[in-house]
Each structure stands twice: as structure tokens, then as C-alpha cells.
């Protein structure tokens, strides 16, 4: 591996993330989109986990999305696409109060969902921060 990069593997492929771009993620709270199969996004979390900020509060959707009340450093909010939107509403809210890093995960395209009116765009951009695509084979 080369210097300036963290491995991060996938089942069967393998990807290089620069260092300087995630720790400008992680550092400076931005929010990020880990988009693709469940399984991929959710070994790229673990993986990054030692990154996030801590103390770090993992959520997953469709479960009724409870927001921390109290000092969290990242929310990791596993199935964002699966929000209603009451929730989506929520979580804006609580990004409008708490200005806290969300690391969220989709198994489906949130720009498509947002097209077609399912996804609220306000919410969309405020996580866009940072898209990573991740396909099927994992790169």
C-alpha cells in the first residue's frame, strides 16, 4: 500500500482512499454518502470507524430514527433511503441545531429518490457533502 492511503477491501475488489480526502471528511465534520450494496457499506464503515468522530452513534432505518439528544461526534445512519419523510424532516432539524458530522449510507441513489420526489433535495445536498459510489464487487 502506498503512503497517503488507506486500504480498504471489499470482498473481492480492492480500493485505495486518499487520506487527506477522508480526514478532510472526518476532520472537519462534513457529512458524506456511502452509496451501494448493504454489505460493501457497511464494511466500509467498519473500516473507517477508527476515523469518525467520536463519540460516534449509529442508527438504522427503517427503525424509527431517534436523533441523539446530547453530545454525539458523528451520527452513522445505516439505510438513509428508507427515511419517511417526517423523519427526513428530523434529521434536518437536527442538523439545522447540532451542526454534527452524518455519515449515512444508501443502498439506493438518493438523486434518483429526490427526482422523483421521494427524497427531500434540502436534506440531499446538506449529506452530499461527499458521494462514494461503492458497486457490487466492492471498488
Known amino acids: 500500500m502506498t503512503s497517503g492511503a488507506v486500504e480498504v477491501s471489499q470482498g473481492l475488489g480492492l480500493e485505495l482512499i486518499s487520506t487527506p480526502e477522508w480526514l478532510s471528511v472526518s476532520t472537519r465534520q462534513h457529512n458524506a454518502i456511502f452509496e ?3 454489505h460493501a457499506t457497511e464494511g466500509l464503515l467498519l473500516l473507517l470507524q477508527p476515523s469518525l468522530r467520536t463519540p460516534a452513534i449509529w442508527k438504522r432505518a427503517p427503525m424509527p430514527l431517534e436523533l441523539p439528544t446530547d453530545e454525539c461526534g458523528a451520527l452513522v445512519l445505516q439505510n438513509v433511503c428508507a427515511l419517511d419523510r417526517h423523519e427526513q424532516a428530523a434529521l434536518s432539524r437536527w442538523l439545522d441545531a447540532s451542526r454534527k458530522q452524518v455519515v449515512a449510507t444508501t443502498v439506493d441513489s438518493l438523486f434518483q ?11 440531499y445536498y446538506r449529506l452530499n457533502t461527499m458521494l462514494m459510489r461503492i458497486d457490487s464487487t466492492g471498488s
Open 36 to 38: 451501494g450494496p448493504e
Open 113 to 123: 429518490l429526490v427526482a422523483r420526489g421521494l427524497f427531500d433535495e434540502a436534506l
